[in-house]
């Protein structure tokens, strides 16, 4: 299974946008990429999937270069809400989610 | 209506004694699974159940049993707890359908957690 690294932390202000990358060098050919939030004392929950080039719901968005190695995770002017562990996993199947440590994200006022 | 709900939330007890932790769904999924997160927010896969057949069994101790009466319960029994057994374990299920679509990683739906501490 593909291996993930994020930045640990990051720190932004309300009303900017966040990108987190999240790298995933060898990703295979029937990989999703996923990303996961989770607030403090809940469980993990689904943002977003993508396989290739950039998906948006009305969450955020993810973006996808043509060699799928990275992928990066965009939240649009954040709010303090938004202060939580953002997983990305990268999974082509046999139900289990691989978790790595997660970025830290704390959006101050 | 929570989808996943797990009972107890917070769990304290000594070690060497024998506790369960429930968990039930409302989706209608066929899959369920626990996974145990550590201090250090990692989040492992322990079991997995689909239709209630045991599915996915990683490298958990002989003292932790899964028990799954139906497909929407499935329950997590820990016998002569241990201090290492301090974490936050979670509840989960998904459809079915992730295994035949191939998209293992959407769909899955998350309980708010059980922490058991073992003092």
């Known amino acids: 299974l593909a291996k993930t690294t994020q930045p640990i932390s990051m720190d932004s202000y309300e009303g900017q946008e966040v990108n987190i990358t999240c790298s995933h060098n060898?990703?295979?050919?029937?990989?999703?990429i996923t990303w996961y939030q989770q607030f403090p004392s809940q469980g993990p929950r689904f943002i977003i999937q993508?396989?290739?080039t950039k998906v948006t719901n009305e969450v955020a968005s993810l973006f996808i270069p043509a060699d799928r190695k990275s992928s990066t995770l965009s939240l649009p002017r954040v709010s303090l809400s938004d202060t939580a562990v953002y997983y990305c996993?990268?999974?082509?199947?046999?139900?289990?989610?691989?978790f790595g440590q997660g970025t830290e994200l704390s959006v101050k006022p | 209506d929570t989808a996943v709900s797990q009972t107890p939330k917070y769990l304290v007890t000594q070690m060497g004694n024998d506790k369960s932790i429930k968990c039930e769904q409302n989706l209608g999924h066929d899959t369920m699974y626990w996974y145990k997160q550590d201090s250090k927010k990692f989040l492992k896969i322990m079991f997995s159940?689909?239709?209630?057949?045991?599915?996915i069994n990683e490298t958990v101790p002989n003292r932790f049993s899964p028990k799954s009466p139906d497909k929407a319960h499935l329950n997590l029994h820990i016998n002569s707890l241990e201090l290492g057994d301090s974490a936050v374990y979670f509840c989960?299920?998904?459809?079915?359908?992730?295994?035949?679509?191939?998209?293992?990683?959407?769909?899955?739906?998350f309980g708010s957690g059980t922490r058991l501490t073992v003092v």
């Open positions: 989960a299920s998904s459809q079915d359908s992730v295994f035949r679509l191939n998209r293992a990683n959407y769909g899955y739906t």
């Open positions: 060898n990703i295979a050919t029937n990989d999703y």
């Open positions: 159940y689909n239709n209630k057949e045991l599915i």
């Open positions: 993508g396989y290739k």
């Open positions: 996993l990268v999974s082509g199947g046999g139900g289990k989610l691989i």
